[in-house]
């Protein structure tokens, strides 16, 4: 009898399980044929470039689920990490500008070594004077503010030194000259740092105030690298960053490339920045694959375990003995070290950094709706989501736009009311996001693939 | 003597003046974010966009009163459309609380979730105001511009300093003084200000006493939505109404609140304006002060400055962070009405 | 017919039945006691009769009226008052602030009542504008049955009032009970002090794991040796 039960139960899961599958595949391929109509129909150039933004969007959307979904960890600096990300692009391909080097490198070193001091001796006296009333207060207040006087005396004149050195095409130390895509590895870990000293700051609050200081970082870490041109050039941006993948005039030039295309009978031009996309996309798709397996492997490790029992119970994992804050910690710093790698991903395929474009609706929340749609807890689903999350970021203004033309298509041409639809319609993508963020939440609140229970 | 007089009417200008005026927009907004934490016991991000929807509704209304010549001048016409702002205001929480965040509260969820759908009310809200006003920046201020010139300032007191005050700046500082005021009133006298506080303070027992959880709950929206279209055109009157602002602007309303200690109207109030005052404190340039108090050059040519103007709103996540870090639960601390 | 019957109750959080099926009878005047181990669902039955938590099935009824469907503050005003075994008091208000919230539902309470309640509890009077939340134990516990008085109930629930205050304190809040209780209210309470409390008691329930063991006059139940060895301790 019991026999029986126990089969008539494995036939049921194997039931389950196909639908299950069968529903991801075609959840993935309605996903493919929306790229390949946007190849059809407005070009094969714009399916690409959209593909490979989906790719990163993807690995950002992973590296939030890693800790949303393993962890229930709502982290809103997703951002600042992008941005590390993007930064340690920038230090690492550039060439080293020696002249700033020279004109103001020493002043800032020593500056620097001031200010790790300063900090340092700050936190001990804190950690020292703990019964000791307001004096704490003072004393740390006094050696912050003498320290970073100090430090401001050396790294004033050398900022000042190295900005004014060409001004116009550097103005800043540059990096290291090296092969842009290690980059990827150091974004990954210089995120990795900092959300260690961020994760060891917050991770003990609320959760909704591990939100909110999150996004508070998020905002200093952008407005560190918008106004310290000495680092990053500020609002004058990087360009022209180097690549892991030929340049399309280069391809142009080669001679079996003009041969194939010929035979081929496409336009070299458009071959050549087909071929350039492809690469891209090669590269990303092999790292999206990493990152999913590492994830995975890991999400069925004991580790993985141990996190989502922590995740559904906090109280009684407590109670079990597991240090929480501790595992807290790795999650947040493995999510952060993705998403930074995704970051450095991003600024490589533009080609530039630019401080500026870093806005939280775009880097934070949007990558959180591509979590939460896709199903939090599930990596496949993180992935679908960043895949789908970004399509209609993109589409959904030219879609809008056809559709409010077209709904009014009816109204005088000049219509005060229709011309003012067509302008604004542009924020209807705003309120498809959000809607479609609330409707999930509702409805589905599992996402488009849940989580599966192990 | 002229010296130290300057250097404060220095102080008055730059910071004293225009800290007044921008901690009270920020205790205001701090105060509608403070009332929702307290009784629905979650961060509401779409408080910045609440406000920017109030204030719009009272820009277009301003038009409207402007296009058939209605004015209060020398107040701005602004002021007698606020009502209609306020009640916009109020039907749009009324409605967002009906469609969306009273399923969840049904459901109990918990606080993440409620952070998660006030994002998605935040994406929607903000998409209808930028859809209906554009997001362009606009000036409606139309009434006298200052109430005391730096000129006349300089004229009367004979200083080299000018102090001027910005009519909008003592509007604000004014309806802020009389909104909390009022905001005090009701929930210390009136029974169902403190019905209120006691269902922030113990939602179970609140119930046991008959108090009816669904009018609570409306009532903070009302409330809510008030404080934010009053502190939306405030800001707008003051700066300029641009909606993109108003995402950025819950950050510090948030952090005033947070050090302040969510939940308590009166760390609201305080929060506010210790994000402000700490704001220009830290980014204002004392080389002149300096200048005037021990002479030309004494402490070098830098611009004394603590931090870069720069940085204005990063110091306000600075302190937040500080904050979080040494005390949690705020000045006040912690959660209570 | 009792003024209070609730019949059968099955009820428990989260798809885990921990009421069975429990029946309690109070009427107008009487004092009834319920007492039972550690987690026998005292606190659960007094919750479910006040409508906190869903009946799965059984019925409570006042004046035999059905109320089962009834949510907390609609059955305030049927004449019901519940004074919970935790969190019984708003901390964050003053004591004269509680007693306005207790007479929330009529407010004229708040000229009457409050009198009645502060000759029976001198020691709130005193401390009428003090915070609640920095009163002693014994004196929270005073200001959570005060604030359930204030709504004039008929029928006056209080869960465990003695928790945590001194047997002296103790004895008169017994006292003040009784002397609710002649006034013409039905009293139900859960106690852990059982032999006092069943000593007051009209009627005595014994509960165990969520159903009826014994039900019978206090005294009775006192002197019944099975219940003496079990649940008296001797
Ligand atoms: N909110 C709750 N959610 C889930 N289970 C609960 C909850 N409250 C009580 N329980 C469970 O219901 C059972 C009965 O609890 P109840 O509080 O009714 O016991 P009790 O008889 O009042 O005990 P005590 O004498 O300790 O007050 C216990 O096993 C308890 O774990
Ligand atoms: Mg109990």
Known sequence: MNFLFGKYCQTQLGLKRLPNLLRNLILAGIMACLLAIVGISQ????????????????????GVNIQWGYAGLFNAGVMGFAALGGLAAVLISVDPVRAAWAAGGQGLLFGLVIGVFTTCSAIFAWRRLSNSGSKRYWITILLLVVGFATMRFFTDPATLAIEAVDAARSGYLGGLGMPIMFSWIIGGLLAACVAWIIGKISLGLRSDYLAIATLGISEIIIYFLKFEDWLTRGVKNVNGLPRPVPYEIDLQNEAWFQQVTSTLDVSVVDASSLLVKACYTGIFLAVLLAVIWFSETALRAPWGRMMRAIRDNETAATAMGKNVQKQHLQVFVLGSAVIGIAGAMLVTLDGQF??????????????????????????????????????????????????ITFLTSGMEPTSWLRLHLIENAAHTRLITMGMVLLLTLRFAPRGLIPETKR | MEGSLNSMALLANYILVPGLAYGSQLALGALGVTMIYAVLNFSNFSHGEIMSFGAMITILVTYWFQGLGISVYPLPTALIALPVGIGGAILLCLLLDKLVFSFYRQQRSNSVTYLIVSIGVMFVIGGITRFIIGPDDRNFNDGERFILKARAFKEMTGLSEGVAIKSSQAITVASAFIVVAAVFWFLSRTRTGKSMRAYSNNPDLALLSGIDPNRVVIIAWVITAGLAAVSGTLYGLDKSYKPLVFLHLVLPIFAAAIVGGVGSPLGAIVGGFVIAFSELFITFAYKKMAAYLLGDGVLGDGLLQLLSTDYKFAVSFIILVIVLLIKPTGIFSGKSI | MSYLVSENMVAGYGGVNILNSCSIQVDLGQIAVVVGPNGAGKSTAMKAIFGMLPLQSGSVKILNESISNLPPFQRVKKGMAFVPQNENIFTSLT??????????????????????????????????LQRAGELSGGQRQQVAVGRALMTEPKLLMLDEPTAGVSPIVMDELFDRIIDVARTGIAILMVEQNAKQALSIADIGYVLVQGENRYTNSGKALLENTDVRKTFLGG
């Open chain 1, 354 to 403: 630019t401080p500026t474009s870093y806005q939280p609706l775009r880097f934070t929340f949007l990558i959180w709706v591509m979590v939460i749609i896709g199903g939090s807890g599930n990596n496949w689903g993180a992935v679908l989501g960043g895949f789908v999350i970004w399509f209609f970021w993109i589409e959904a203004e030219p879609v809008g736009l056809w559709l």
């Open chain 1, 43 to 62: 070009s094969w150039n714009l399916a690409f470039s959209l593909l490979n933004m989906c790719l990163i969007s993807a690995i950002m959307a992973l």
């Open chain 3, 95 to 128: 004591v004269e602030e509680n007693l306005e919230m207790g007479a929330f539902t009529n407010p004229d309470a708040m000229v009457t009542i409050v009198e009645q309640v502060y000759s029976l509890f001198p020691v709130l009077k005193e401390k009428r």
